[in-house]
């Protein structure tokens, strides 16, 4: 009698044992966690590069970038499949006020918080070279300015005048620019010039004109007996004009034709006179004069 033994039975039972484990095992994985956006949570770096989140292991969850953690571990474990709920808080990071450089401000407004965009200020006849507003990311505040003091071109020249400035620069906010005239000339205008806040000059040059001596006003006056003749002195940037001179020769030359006549007169007066007492002596004597 041949008895037959059954020797695949143990293999078969073998085999549905493994694939019992192994979907076993697999079904207690955990998916690979995510990030939670509405809530700034991340992975960190290590959780990034897992493959394999296994039962009863642990993931580190981390605030995203511009954020630091106010409370919490971040700790999440892998239970039955899933995640627990991370008890991780996040919120932003504060760049604080930032420091001021010389002649400088800020306006913080908008807060101070990752993010907030601020402006740069400079003081009073200052002005900003570089950016005008300041970022605060979550390394720092970014963003790269200074603040430099105001100029102003260089004033005009005058003329029959000097421009008094020393320095080869340019006049900055606030210093004064002065001017004077030539000798025989008078300045109308502001004799100093200051550089304003904007760049410009709070008045125009001044000019130099020409003086007008008491002796050019008396030129042209025309006197009954002319003691003496003078010159009028000359003025630098103009002489007499021909006017003056000409009434001057017709004054002199009235004044010589009343003196002829005068004497004239007198001369006439005279013989008449001498005449009458000769007529007036010759009838005393009895004779007619001729």
Do not use: H
Not at 114 to 131: L, M, P, R, T
Not at 205 to 227: A, F, L, N, Y
Not at 255 to 283: E, F, P, Q, W
Request: charged share 20%.
């Amino acid at each position: 009698m041949e008895v037959l033994v059954d020797t695949c039975g143990p293999l078969r039972v073998r085999n549905l044992l493994l694939i019992y484990l192994f979907v076993l095992e697999a079904a207690a994985d955990c998916p690979k966690p995510q990030a939670i956006p509405d809530k700034n949570i991340v992975l960190t770096n290590e959780a990034i590069l897992k493959n394999d989140f296994p039962e009863g292991i642990d993931v580190t969850l981390e605030c995203a970038n511009g954020y630091i953690k106010e409370s919490g571990s971040g700790v999440i474990n892998c239970r039955d499949g899933a995640w627990t709920e991370p008890d991780l808080t996040c919120k932003k990071k504060d760049c604080g006020p930032p420091v001021p450089k010389q002649n400088e401000s800020f306006n913080i407004s908008a807060g101070t918080l990752f993010g907030a965009v601020i402006k740069v200020i400079c003081d009073k006849g200052y002005q900003i070279s570089g950016s005008s507003f300041r970022q605060c990311y979550a390394t720092g505040w970014v963003g790269r300015s200074k603040c430099e003091i105001v100029t102003c071109e260089m004033p005009a020249e005058v003329a029959n005048g000097k421009r008094l400035w020393d320095s080869g620069d340019e006049p900055q906010y606030g210093e004064k620019v002065s001017y004077s005239c030539d000798e025989g000339y008078t300045l109308e205008g502001s004799s100093v010039l200051t550089c304003n806040e904007n760049g410009e000059y709070d008045s125009q040059p001044p000019e130099c004109k020409g003086v007008v001596t008491e002796s050019r006003r008396t030129t042209g006056i025309v006197t009954s007996t002319p003691t003496s003749t003078s010159t009028p002195t000359s003025a630098p940037t103009s002489t007499p004009t021909s006017a003056p001179t000409s009434t001057l020769t017709e004054g002199y030359t009235a004044v010589i034709i009343s003196v002829v006549a005068s004497t004239v007169v007198v001369c006439v007066l005279l013989a008449l006179l001498n005449k009458y007492l000769l007529r007036r002596k010759g009838s005393a004597n009895g004779t007619v004069p001729i």
